[in-house]
C-alpha cells in the first residue's frame, strides 16, 4: 500500500508554522517529545514510547562457530521490522529503502562503535562463541524511528542476561537461570542517534521530527553520540548542502540530549532492577492489570473535592425563590410545590353535577304528570340494568263484536314491551 500523500495545503500550513517557530504538538524547536523506557518480563525484552512511535526490542543469542578472520570475537547481529501495523504503507516480508537505511544506521551505532566487549562472547577459541541478536519491532509509527530504535537497542542490550557456561575439556555446558545467576554483557558507553530535520535549504532546524514534519523536511541529519561526547556514527540524507557551522550546532544540541537520555536509561535499569530484587510484579507483566499498554487512554484530571458539600450550601443559600404560579384550568403545570394536574378535574366534575341536576328534574316531572293524568303504572324491572318501563293502559272499545280482542290487546301489550326493552 502507497502513502497517502500530503495535500498542498496542509503542506504550507506546516511550513508557515515552521517559520513562526511553532509545532503542532506545542513543542519548541529543541526539545524531545515524552518519552517512556519499559522493560518486560524477560531479560533484553525492552519498549520504548516516544510520542506516538513505540518500539520494541529483543534480545537472543545463541552459541554458534566464529568468524574464520575473528576466531576469538562473539557476533552482532541487528535486524529492523517494518510491520504493516506500524504503519499502512509498511509491507510485510519485504524490505523497504528505508529499512535497508535503517539498518545500516543501526550497524554504525552500535556494532561499529564497539560499544559491546565481543571478546567476552568467546566461549571457546575457533569453535564455540555467542552470537547476539537484536531484533526490532516499529509498533507504530509517528516519526524518528532511528532514534527510538537506538535507545529500545541499547536497553534491551543493557538489560539482556546470557546463561553461564562451564567447559570441561571439549564438552561445554549451559546452565539455566534457576542453576546459575545470567551473566549481564559487558557495554563499555552507550551511543544514542539524535535526529535534526531541515527545511528550507538548511534555514530552519527542528529535533527530533515527527511523521508529518518529516514528509516536507529538506533533509536529515543523524547523529550517534555517547555521554563522553564522542560521536560514534554521523550521517546525512537528503541531498541539502550543510555549513561546518550548522554540523558543529547540531553535535551541541546532540551532546545534551545524549546525556539526558543515557540518565533516563539507566534510572529504569535501576528501577527494573530493585523491583526483581523484591520480587514482586516488573515490567511488562507489571503494566498488564492497570491496562498501561493500551494504544487510546485517556489521561486523569484531578479534580478538587474537599469543600463540595460547604460550595453546595452556598450555592443554595444564595439561589433565589421560585416564583409561586397559580395553577390555569386546561393547562399542564409540572414542578417544584405544584400540583401534577391538567386543571380538566373541576371542569369534568361540574358537568357530571349538572347533568345529575338535569336528571332527577326530568323523572320529578314525570312523575307529577303521571300523577295528574291518573292513568295506572305498571313498573317493570330488570335485574342487570334496574330500567323502569311505563305502559300506558288502553281504553277498550265500547261494542266488542269478537272475543278475541282480548287476545289483541294482549298482543298489542306485549309488543309495545319487546318495544320498550
Not at 511488562?284 to 499498554?293: G, T
Request: hydrophobic content about 35%; some cysteine; aromatic content about 4%.
Amino acid at each position: 500500500m502507497k502513502d497517502t500523500p500530503l495535500a498542498n495545503c496542509e503542506r504550507d500550513f506546516l511550513l508557515k508554522a515552521i517559520e513562526e517557530k511553532k509545532r503542532l504538538d506545542g513543542r519548541q524547536t529543541y526539545d524531545y517529545r515524552k518519552m517512556k523506557i519499559t522493560f518486560g518480563t524477560d531479560y533484553g525484552c525492552c519498549f520504548v514510547d516516544l510520542g506516538k512511535t513505540r518500539v520494541m526490542a529483543q534480545v537472543s543469542c545463541e552459541l554458534v562457530t566464529p568468524q574464520e578472520n575473528r576466531p576469538n570475537e562473539g557476533i552482532m547481529f541487528f535486524n529492523i521490522e517494518l510491520s504493516p501495523m506500524a504503519a499502512p504503507e509498511f509491507e510485510q516480508g519485504r524490505q523497504s529503502e528505508l529499512s535497508v537505511k535503517l539498518n545500516r544506521q543501526l550497524e554504525r551505532c552500535l556494532r561499529n562503535s564497539k560499544c559491546i566487549d565481543t571478546e567476552s562472547l568467546c566461549v571457546v577459541s575457533g569453535a564455540k562463541v555467542w552470537k547476539v541478536r537484536v531484533d526490532v519491532h516499529m509498533l507504530n509509527h509517528d516519526g524518528n524511528l532511528m532514534d527510538a530504535a537506538s535507545i529500545a537497542a541499547i536497553s534491551a542490550l543493557s538489560h539482556f542476561r546470557r546463561p553461564d557456561v562451564s567447559i570441561e575439556g571439549e564438552e561445554v555446558t549451559i546452565y539455566s537461570p534457576d542453576e546459575r545467576d545470567p551473566i549481564p554483557l559487558s557495554i563499555y558507553h552507550m551511543p544514542i542517534s539524535v535526529s535534526f530535520s531541515f527545511f528550507q535549504q538548511g534555514t530552519y532546524l527542528l529535533v527530533d521530527p515527527c511523521e508529518r514534519e518529516e514528509r516536507v523536511m529538506d533533509g536529515l541529519l543523524m547523529i550517534a553520540m555517547n555521554k563522553h561526547r564522542e560521536i560514534c556514527s554521523i550521517q546525512s540524507s537528503g541531498g541539502i548542502m550543510l555549513l561546518k557551522e550548522q554540523v558543529m550546532r547540531c553535535s551541541k544540541i546532540a551532546s545534551v540530549k545524549v546525556s539526558e537520555i543515557t540518565e533516563l536509561i539507566q534510572k529504569a535499569l535501576e528501577n527494573d532492577k530493585r523491583a526483581r530484587k523484591a520480587g514482586g510484579r516488573c515490567g511488562f507483566a507489571e503494566s498488564l492489570p492497570q491496562e498501561r499498554i493500551t494504544a487510546l487512554k485517556m489521561d486523569e484530571t484531578p479534580v478538587e473535592m474537599t469543600d463540595v458539600t460547604d460550595r453546595a450550601n452556598e450555592i443554595v443559600q444564595k439561589a433565589e425563590v421560585p416564583p409561586q404560579t397559580v395553577p390555569v384550568p386546561g393547562v399542564g403545570q409540572v414542578g417544584q410545590g405544584l400540583q401534577n394536574t391538567w386543571g380538566l378535574e373541576e371542569e369534568e366534575e361540574g358537568e357530571e353535577t349538572d347533568d345529575s341536576e338535569e336528571d332527577d328534574k326530568e323523572d320529578t316531572v314525570s312523575k307529577m304528570e303521571v300523577e295528574k293524568s291518573g292513568v295506572d303504572v305498571v313498573e317493570i324491572s330488570d335485574s342487570e340494568e334496574e330500567e323502569v318501563v311505563i305502559l300506558h293502559q288502553e281504553k277498550p272499545d265500547k261494542a266488542p263484536k269478537h272475543t278475541g280482542s282480548s287476545s289483541h290487546q294482549k298482543g298489542a301489550a306485549t309488543s309495545k314491551k319487546r318495544q320498550t326493552k
